[in-house]
């Protein structure tokens, strides 16, 4: 576990001591900030493996940081939030963060939350089949996407769906089971449009006509799929 490195992001000195106390002795390399602009500089400089970032820091609050991390890199974060109000979950989730945790909260279930997505991060980098569809390709390993050869810029979570997806070419996913993989645990989900959304932004991305997709077809009243026709 040694080989992972870990930047805890808060502004509250005696969690941060806990936190990084006990993932040194859990085997981490621990890197901390109090400061957004800190943090900033830590993980443009540092090899970052996962993020733990509070939402309320004195010069920026974790959605801008999170923000700012999600326009060049797809590292886990886990936001840490004081606030436990559905809006300010959802907030944290739509900027780019991957999990969140609510204060107070115990140590082991941080270090649980902690192993499940970097053993997620992991199983993507040791994907190295690039898989195709049509004019669409899809690189796991170095997490690419390219129509008609042309590179496409996707958000992490766009990225995971669509990988997901390509998967089960050809095989219908339900919401339900689209959301349990993409947010695991995450109830707050169960009722929510979000993946919706995020279908229609990946459509606008790489269909030709998003209002006809070729790609990334829905099933009424069950879910979604991606064609695995070679004629699209």
């Known amino acids: 576990m040694g080989q992972y490195t870990i930047l805890v992001v808060d502004d509250d000195h005696d969690i941060l001591t806990i936190i990084k106390d006990n993932l040194e002795l859990d085997g981490y390399e621990v890197f901390t900030a109090t400061f957004g602009k800190d943090a900033i500089s830590i993980f443009k400089k540092e090899s970052i493996d996962l993020l733990i970032l509070d939402l309320t820091l004195p010069d920026m609050d974790g959605i801008q940081i999170c923000r700012a991390i999600r326009t060049n890199s797809h590292v886990p974060i886990i936001m840490l939030t004081a606030k436990d109000g559905l809006s300010d979950k959802v ?26 997505r970097l053993r997620r991060s992991r199983s993507y980098l040791l994907a190295d089949e690039v898989l195709e569809v049509g ?21 992490k979570k766009q990225f995971d769906i669509l990988s997901l997806l390509f998967k089960h070419a050809g095989k219908v996913l339900s919401r339900d089971t689209i959301k349990q993989e993409i947010w695991p645990g995450q109830t707050l989900y169960k009722w929510s449009r979000t993946l919706d959304v995020h279908i229609q932004h990946l459509r606008a991305k790489l269909e030709k006509n998003p ?22």
């Open 135 to 155: 004019n669409l390709r899809l690189n796991p390993e170095r997490r690419e996407v390219e129509v008609n050869g042309g590179r496409v810029l996707l958000t």
């Open 211 to 232: 209002e006809q997709p070729q790609y990334i077809l829905t099933v009424p009243g069950v879910g979604y799929m991606l064609s695995d026709s070679d004629s699209v």
């Open 91 to 116: 907030l944290g989730l739509e900027s780019g963060a991957d999990d969140y945790i609510v204060k107070p909260f115990d140590y082991l279930e941080l270090a649980a939350r902690i192993k499940a």
